[in-house]
């Protein structure tokens, strides 16, 4: 058996040690590592962190010729027994997505510690835990061969793609264990503060799992099938000030803020930890949605280059708009806040011009060079297929609420059960939202999925008694400017939107604004202040230590381009909307 043994070489370097074992290496054997993790629409290069590759068989010593950026190959004795390479592994990213080492914790996916071994992709892989700092401990949802206690020793996986989708979690932590449906469930929480309240998290997070089974089972799993894993692991690491995570197809990666996290005492549920529990329901989710469904394009990832696929619309984008929807089925939301959330998105993707540039399934192809790649001109280029998506998925909701019994709901446990939980197509899709519509649904999908205009999701939301109201718009919106305002650095532009007054005045991203009219700027809603709503003003700006004075138009006589959008209850919609509207939020 292919074997990976990994060790704790030097903490404070942040640097494993990973050693290989190929029993009968070919005659010239490659090996190379992932350039990117699934999940992450973005080539990372991992192969960057790796050092000192040494190979042997027996006690001879072997060349390791490096074929390309992430690949060697090694001439073996085919006859020569076992081959056995070794490397270190720098570990020093927080996220998610690659590996981590210090002298508290370590953290590793092995798509950035482990080398593929070319034509032996498909044998079981074993992973051994070596050396570790004394008291650590070890989660995963890897299947354990030999461990102890503490989850050190052995643990297997059947092949390399499911080697590389357990992440592993290694140091002192908080674990907390729960059912679901009758499905175990571990909660892993590292860098947790001493007033975290682990049972209210088991708890809340218990019920969006339950919601989710029986969302894609039913209340009875066992009648209408059983979730796609026998044990299920969260794995939070908690920091000052983070958000993220990454799915995988027994667990999910997770790094959040501690102040978001529940303290004991409390029982209120802050905007933080509604935001935590919102990830840890669009993980979770992803474990059907995208994990198991997903594009026939990823049915056998490609680990050297860019997969493309224009489904992630589809993959990320609905499962952000069931990520609330079901924080509100499970009870842990109310219908308010709910749509103060759907709000909050639909203003996101108003506010950005690159929604009349880019369509949700181009910005899907995309990802791999401007999702991940946000710079000052972003918001002007592109749309993501995260918000974008989500609102795609409940404009399509009550659309078939409103024409027909079915919902989205019916279509996503179709797709399911037609596909027998693997690969889909576009055209898989638009067949099951027919299916559900009673009629074809092609003309939706070509204008809200591969064309530009906006959703008409304000009269979609009438028909289900919910009213879509603009706020005042805030003087950064009336300009198109986002601004980073500090004590020490003043007001910085961060981007100017496309055909705002502030383009016209000719500002761009990096100007501090230094004064305005004669005065000193200190935030960007001091301009108000300086000028009446008739009057024009001359700002002083500084870029690349020149000074220059940009004039910009008196607030009144600017066209200002879109706001936030608020959405509240209709009390006296008609009975049919009342009807649609607890159907889908609830009474």
Excluded at 30 to 42: C, E, M
Excluded at 415 to 433: F, K, M
């Amino acid at each position: 058996m292919i074997t990976y043994r990994i060790d704790v070489a030097d903490a404070h370097a942040h640097l494993f040690r990973v050693t290989l074992s190929v029993p009968k290496p070919a005659a010239q054997q490659t090996l190379s590592l992932p350039v990117w993790i699934p999940g992450s629409y973005l080539v990372r290069e991992f192969a960057r962190h790796l050092s000192a590759v040494e190979a042997k068989q027996g006690e001879q010593a072997l060349p390791v010729e490096q074929l390309d950026k992430a690949s060697w190959r090694i001439a073996c004795d085919e006859r020569g027994g076992a081959l056995s390479v070794s490397y270190l592994a720098y570990a020093f990213d927080t996220s998610v997505r690659a590996a981590y080492l210090d002298a508290r914790r370590g953290f590793f996916n092995g798509t950035s510690v482990f080398l593929r071994v070319h034509g032996r992709e498909t044998e079981p892989q074993r992973v051994q835990i070596g050396s570790l700092p004394t008291g650590w401990e070890v989660a995963t949802a890897m299947r354990a061969a030999q461990v102890d206690t503490r989850g050190r020793g052995r643990y297997e996986s059947a092949d390399y793609d499911e080697l590389v989708d357990h992440p592993f979690e290694l140091g002192t932590f908080w674990r907390g264990h729960f059912e679901a449906a009758g499905v175990p469930h571990e909660f892993v929480v590292a860098g947790a503060l001493p007033t975290f309240d682990g049972e209210r998290l088991l708890a809340d997070v218990r019920r969006i799992c339950e919601a989710e089974i029986a969302f894609w089972h039913g209340s009875k799993p066992g009648r209408t099938g059983v979730p796609p894993f026998d044990r299920y692991v969260f794995l939070l690491n908690v920091v000052g000030d983070a958000y993220g995570g990454l799915e995988h197809r027994a667990s999910t990666a997770l790094i959040g803020a501690s102040r978001d996290l529940p303290r004991r005492g409390q029982t209120s549920a802050s905007d933080g930890y509604v935001t935590l529990l919102g990830l840890v329901s669009h993980e979770y989710f992803h474990t059907w949605n995208v994990k198991r469904l997903k594009p026939a394009s990823f049915r056998h990832y490609d680990y050297t280059q860019e997969n493309y696929t224009e489904l992630l619309w589809f993959f990320e984008g609905f499962t952000s708009y069931y990520d609330d929807l079901l924080l509100l089925r499970a009870g842990l939301i109310d219908g308010a806040r709910y749509l103060k959330l759907v709000a909050k998105t639909l203003s996101g993707v108003l506010g950005t011009p690159g929604r009349q540039v880019q369509s949700v399934a181009q910005a899907s192809f995309d990802a791999w060079v401007k999702y991940y790649r946000g710079d000052e001109n972003t918001h002007n280029a592109t749309v993501s297929y995260y918000t974008k998506g989500s609102l795609v998925a409940l404009a399509l909701d009550l659309s078939l609420r409103a024409e027909s019994k079915k919902t989205l709901d019916d279509v996503m446990r179709t797709l399911w059960a037609t596909s027998g939980g693997g690969p889909i197509t576009e055209q898989d899709i638009l067949q099951a939202l027919s299916q559900a519509a009673g009629r074809s649904m092609a003309p939706e999908l070509a204008a809200w999925v591969h064309g530009t205009e906006d959703l008409p999701l304000e009269a979609l939301l009438a028909l289900a008694g919910v009213q879509c109201k603009a706020d005042p718009l805030t003087l950064a919106q009336r300009l198109g400017l986002r601004v980073a305002e500090s004590a020490l650095t003043g007001v910085q532009v961060k981007a100017v939107l496309r055909g705002s007054a502030a383009e016209q005045a000719g500002f761009a991203a990096g100007d501090e604004l230094v004064a305005a009219n004669g005065w000193r700027l200190r935030r960007l809603d001091d301009l108000a202040a300086f000028a009446g709503p008739d009057e024009a003003l001359e700002v002083i700006a500084s870029r690349d230590q020149r000074v220059m004075s940009l004039q910009v138009p008196a607030p009144n006589d600017v066209v200002a381009g879109p706001g936030t959008v608020s959405l509240s209850i209709d009390e006296r919609a008609p009975r049919a909307a009342l009807a649609l509207r607890r159907a889908w939020l609830g009474p």
